[in-house]
């Protein structure tokens, strides 16, 4: 089935998230659409898709204009679309899951699970996508539910395929069994539709490219045609910044000390655990995911009991210390989680911009908060940051995933404390925040800060510490000298192969 | 004390304290499950025990009387659909809004429609004559129990098998509990969660509607002021309890039901009427406390 999008334009309020886009998806191509955060994309496939009615333009389906009225219309002629967040039932099984909102029904409306499992069969077959049915949903890896998502979509006969950033939450091995299916999609005459931001991926797999900015489309060609520099400038609308030149290593005082840390978890405790951090260094945490990361920044953070041992921060022992405690004692920290942890959503911008500020003398009159001076600090961030959003009064949920993260890193990084810890803080944001976030980072660095970054992708992890810990099965695999670091070095520690990594040195010594 | 609960004919009162609280607190479930936090089950047990006596009064047959009662029933569940889901007014604020207005509703209509107060009792509320079945009857124990009860009685037994196949295999049940849970997911889908929360909310209405007409035209043929006593109240936390699975619901309504028959035998004994009125929530709490004792002995558990 081809799609065309004739002049379509959404409008929020007074925000004009897509401008008069007209795009072609055509059969048996993988198309990809790249954009930042906020550039219109997740909006223009939700208004192909019926999640959000456009305020002009038309949808064509082989040549016929259609409004869906909701997303079910969309879905009965032939549209599926995997959302960046799941939408998935965790107290249902797979099998529940996947016929929810489309059930094969029997007699008085009572479901047919076996019609449906008959079906599921034939798809795995032909597909490849193979899942345990009677599992509980909540029960799955991130992987295992995008196969869930993908086969609901399959189950719904779908012809065309759109899929939110599918792999900013899988493993390496994960993606490339994704993409074999989508190549398997492709060969069965289906059109794929590729939201992401990782252009590595786009130049891997996809067949034609668009490229969206501030809710224009700006570039849209055959990836033969078309360059990764070329692409990446027109997400950015520019060039690129030039690599940046990192400054000699000039460490200061003893910022952090971790001595022995061992946290509570479920099968086995995390740690122990020992490492310092010294004024004017960024040393990361690398690790495959669950390997006791999260634990030990929850640790540091005091969001979680210390089993033993002890977090010594410029000079106190902070271990027995709240939260609260811990951030006056000198800490910032950038969460993983933004939309949970970083940020209260129904909150305006400017209260998240001065969350945790409330005792601050310019910010208060007496008990009462003075909503001038906050909003006037929430534009400043604004600028500072470049966060696109109405303004400061405009509620914490209008911003798009990237510059809530922005509003999170600007609210941190300018408490200008002494130590900085930062949980993945690029996750799901798109190359012009990276940078800018990375930038920032390194800034602190620079000027003398302690900065802990914690990640998951390598190539963050390596181009910005100066010393590289690996976590593997709760404890430290081994130490990396930043300057020395290489993803094949680093990877086998993450595996755990440590012999191969440090020779003949035995695991934590260097640590 | 022992003499009274060996007493064959105590055995056979429990089923008509059981059969209000069970009605009630199944309607209770479907809403838990479609994620309407419903806490007005008092409100909807004492409309649906008035429209029974109207019913039976004017048509002189009790299955009028019941049909009027969950016709009652599922138009109360229209108006807490229409503020709650539809106009999104808190839940809590719309159910002591209905709980408020059943008791005054009621009482006025007592006195508009049959110019009494407090109470109206006539011979011509055609009451449910008690069912005897056949064989079962006989069987020790089990049959003066089950045998010689009223209608709604044996829909309330039937319907916790039924609510159980209905949620985990019926259409409309598979898309209660995704409304509950991700209702975000099921819009994405293309159902309206609105529209299951509103079936959710007739369906409870019909069944607490039957659940009042076992109290005013089952238990006794008369209709009295705030005759619930709190009934929908023990059916809130059953629900709350099981999380609204239908099984389980079943023996803690079972367990409700035999002591609120308890507290209204006990009173034979000299004890004080407001010891014994307390009974059904003192039973009530000593289950809470016993549930999440043990529900937090089984999480520490599997941490360690």
């Known amino acids: 089935m081809r799609i065309d999008l004739q002049d379509v334009t959404v409008r929020f309020g007074p925000v004009t998230a897509v401008d008069n886009v007209s795009l072609g998806i055509e059969p048996g191509e993988i198309h990809a659409l790249l954009g930042e955060n906020g550039a219109g994309k997740s909006t223009l496939m939700n208004a192909l898709f019926g999640l959000v009615t456009p305020a002009s333009g038309t949808i064509r389906l082989d040549g016929k204009a259609r409004r869906w009225a909701s997303p079910q219309d969309a879905i009965a002629h032939g549209l599926g679309m995997v959302h960046q967040h799941f939408m ?188 310092d951090l010294r004024a004017g260094e960024i040393v990361g945490i690398a690790g495959v995911s669950g390997n006791g990361q999260a634990e030990l920044i929850r640790a540091l953070t005091g969001l979680e009991p210390v089993r033993s041992g002890s977090i ?93 993260q922005k509003l999170v890193v600007g609210r941190e990084l300018s408490r200008n404390t002494p130590l900085v810890i930062a949980e993945n803080p690029t996750w799901g944001v798109d190359i012009g925040a990276i940078d800018f976030i990375h930038g920032e980072l390194m800034r602190m660095r620079d000027a003398g800060h302690a900065i802990l970054l914690v990640s998951t992708e390598l190539d963050e992890v390596i181009a910005l510490s100066d010393r590289i810990l690996v976590m593997y099965d709760g404890a430290i695999a081994g130490e990396v000298d930043g300057g020395e670091a290489s993803r094949d070095r680093v990877g086998a520690l993450m595996t755990s192969r440590a012999a191969d990594a440090l020779g003949a040195a035995s695991p934590g010594a260097a640590a | 004390m022992f003499e009274l609960i060996a007493d064959p004919s105590f055995a056979a009162s429990i089923p008509r304290f059981v059969t209000p609280i069970l009605l009630a607190a199944l309607g209770g479930a479907l809403c838990e499950r479609a994620g309407v936090f419903n806490i007005a089950l008092e409100g909807f047990l004492l409309v649906g025990a008035f429209a029974a006596v109207l019913g039976a009064y004017f048509s002189g047959t009790p299955y009028i009387g019941a049909l009027t009662a969950m016709v009652a029933g599922m138009a109360l569940g229209l108006v807490f659909a229409e503020f709650n889901v539809r106009r999104g007014g808190d839940s809590i604020v ?98 309206s969660p609105k529209r299951v929360q509103l079936l959710a909310l007739i369906a409870c209405g019909a069944l607490c509607g039957l659940g009042g007409a076992q109290l005013s035209i089952a238990n006794v043929n008369l209709f009295v002021e705030n005759m619930s006593a709190g009934r929908g109240w023990i059916a809130v936390v059953a629900v709350l309890l099981t999380r609204g699975r239908p099984w389980p619901l079943f023996f803690i309504a079972l367990l409700f039901g035999a002591v609120d028959s308890l507290s209204f035998r006990v009173q034979g004994l000299g004890l004080a009427q407001q010891f014994t009125d307390m009974m059904p929530y003192l039973a009530t709490l000593i289950v809470l406390v016993a549930l999440s004792w043990w529900r937090a002995r089984r999480a520490r558990g599997d941490a360690s």
């Open chain 2, 94 to 191: 719309v159910s002591i809004a209905i709980n408020l207005l059943a008791a005054g509703l009621t009482t006025f209509f007592l006195r508009a429609i049959f110019d009494v107060t407090g109470a109206f009792s006539d011979p011509a509320i055609a009451g449910f004559a008690p069912i005897r079945l056949p064989f079962i009857e006989y069987v020790p124990l089990l049959g003066p129990i089950l045998s010689g009860q009223a209608l709604p009685f044996y829909l309330a037994l039937l319907s916790v098998p039924f609510l159980h196949v209905f949620l985990a295999r019926h259409r409309l049940g598979l898309r209660i509990r995704a409304a509950g849970e991700n209702p975000q997911a099921l819009r994405a889908g293309g159902v």
């Open chain 1, 312 to 404: 010594t921060l410029c000079g106190n022992e902070i271990q027995k210390l709240d939260v609260e405690a811990r951030r006056q004692g000198g800490m910032s920290y950038i969460p993983e989680d933004r939309q949970r942890m970083g940020l209260a959503l129904r909150a305006s911008v400017s209260e998240n911009a001065n969350a945790g500020r409330d005792d601050a003398g310019a910010f208060t009159a007496g008990p009462f908060l003075k909503h001038g001076a906050m909003a006037q600090y929430a534009r400043s961030l604004i600028e500072r940051y470049r966060i696109r959003v109405a303004g400061p009064r405009a509620s914490a949920s209008t911003m798009s995933g990237g510059n809530k």
């Open chain 1, 88 to 275: 998935l039932q965790e107290e249902m099984t797979v099998l529940e899951n996947i016929v929810l909102c489309a059930e094969p029904v029997g007699r008085f409306g009572f479901v047919d699970f076996a019609r449906a499992r008959s079906r599921l069969d034939e798809i795995a077959k032909t597909h490849g996508v193979a899942i345990d049915l009677d599992r509980r949903v909540g029960r799955l890896s991130v992987g295992e539910r995008q196969a869930v998502e993908i086969l609901k979509v399959l189950y719904r006969e779908a012809e065309v395929l759109i899929l939110d950033e599918p792999t900013a939450v899988l493993t390496p091995q994960e993606k490339d069994r994704l993409f074999a299916t989508l190549k398997s999609f492709r060969e069965a005459g289906k059109a794929i539709v590729l939201i992401t931001h990782k252009l590595d991926e786009v130049m891997e797999i996809a067949d034609r490219v668009s490229v969206m900015r501030a809710g224009r489309l700006v570039a849209s060609s055959p990836l033969a045609e078309t360059s990764k520099d070329e692409i990446a400038r027109g997400i950015v609308g520019g060039d690129l910044p030039a690599a940046r030149t990192r400054k000699a290593l000039s460490p200061g005082e003893t910022v952090l000390a971790v001595d022995h840390l061992t946290v509570a978890r479920r099968g086995r405790d995390v740690g122990p655990v020992s490492f």
